[in-house]
């Protein structure tokens, strides 16, 4: 069984090696949608500027201009390796403010939290949107509805969970102080804002750091499968367009077998290996950049880059 696992797991990679040279011998231009919400989205990302930070910091710079990126969807991990101490933390400078400096990325930044952030003061993140102009993230947990072409009739409605508490392999590692918090409560909440019957939401789209599908090391792993019993059949129920993550450093876009779509993307800094997941993999590659996102009233595009400004992937997700 074991030798049949490794020879797909080894065809799939060969595979996805070919996919990828594949990619990159065909230049795609940036799409731009008119009379959509455009935003980029990017995870595990604070290192102090080392890992490639700077550059995707930069690419990401110059692509929220070109796009005119409305804000930034944040997967979480914000600071490695263990979150920041206080909202006086070295790391607000050395990891955020010196980094991502471009002015078309002086917009807002809706921030989710990761293991590594619960390895320090989860606070410090809250309270840090007190001081920061773009920094926002009010609770552990939150919600937003953001109009298409400032039209209040058409809504996207953006769900930003709280996903570490959810791994049961936390509550015994004192490195991720993930004990106190109450998941029946979060879930209960998140069903609540997903079950919202206003006729103007027109997209759902949830944000958190663990994914419930993933082509790279977690695979198969305990946490991977606690985040898929969690909340696979509540995306299911509540007609859950997309789900976007980080916590595995590459980007991905996954659709199994079901309403929602699968959007990894969590190579800020550190890069790690992925291959296409066997369950509706659609694009996988272990680089270092980041996702735009752009949602009208009837179409979802997407668009994989990388640190270098290159276009990896152009997907569309229709009404």
Same mark, same amino acid.
């Given at each position: ?17 070919? $996919? #990828? ?19 980029? $989205? ?9 890992? +490639?930070?700077?550059e995707v910091a930069a690419q990401m710079g110059k692509t929220a201009k070109a796009f005119g990126a409305q804000f930034f969807v944040i997967t979480g991990d914000n600071f490695y390796p263990s979150g920041v101490a206080s909202t006086q933390d070295y790391s607000w400078i050395a990891s955020f403010e010196q980094i991502y400096t471009a002015h078309s990325l002086q917009r807002d930044w809706f921030v989710v939290l990761g293991n590594?952030?619960? *390895? ?26 953001? +109009?298409?072409?400032? &039209? ?14 959810? /791994?049961?392999?936390?509550?015994? @590692? ?7 918090? &109450? ?6 909440? /998140? ?8 006729? @103007? ?6 944000? *958190? ?16 499968? &606690?985040? @898929? ?6 995306? !299911? ?6 789900? /976007?993550?980080?916590? !595995? ?18 190579? *800020? +800094? ?8 066997? &369950? ?8 270092? *950049?980041?996702?735009?996102?752009? /949602? ?6 997407? #668009? ?16």
């Open positions: 069984m074991k030798k049949i696992f490794l020879f797909s797991i080894l065809t799939l990679l060969c595979s996805e090696i070919f $996919a #990828q040279a594949k990619n990159k011998a065909v230049p795609q231009q940036l799409i731009v949608p008119k009379k959509a919400i455009n935003f980029i $989205a990017m995870g595990d990302f604070g290192r102090n500027g080392e890992v +490639s930070q700077k590594h952030d619960y *390895g320090g003061n989860v606070q410090a993140e809250i309270d840090y949107s007190k001081i920061s102009r773009r920094w926002h993230m009010p609770a552990r947990y939150y919600s937003k509805k953001i +109009s298409i072409d400032g &039209d209040t009739s058409r809504q996207a409605l953006f769900v930003f969970i709280d996903s570490s508490p959810f /791994i049961t392999q936390y509550y015994a @590692n004192s490195d991720h102080n993930v004990n106190g918090q &109450d998941t029946a409560a979060q879930k209960l909440w /998140i069903e609540e804002i997903l079950s919202d019957p206003s006729p @103007n939401i027109k997209w759902k789209i949830v944000v *958190g750091h663990h994914p419930l599908y993933t082509g790279g090391n977690r695979i198969t792993s305990k946490d991977t499968r &606690d985040m @898929n019993s969690s909340f696979k059949n509540i995306f !299911e129920k509540y007609n859950v367009d997309a789900y /976007i993550c980080g916590h !595995e450093h590459n980007l991905q876009y996954i659709q199994p077998a079901g309403k929602t779509h699968y959007f990894i993307t969590g190579s *800020g +800094s550190e890069i790690t290996p992925t291959i296409r997941h066997p &369950d509706g993999g659609k694009f996988a590659v272990s680089e270092n *950049g980041f996702m735009t996102f752009s /949602i009208s009233a009837d179409q979802m595009t997407v #668009q994989v880059i990388n640190k270098n400004g290159t276009i990896l992937y152009t997907g569309y997700i229709k009404k």
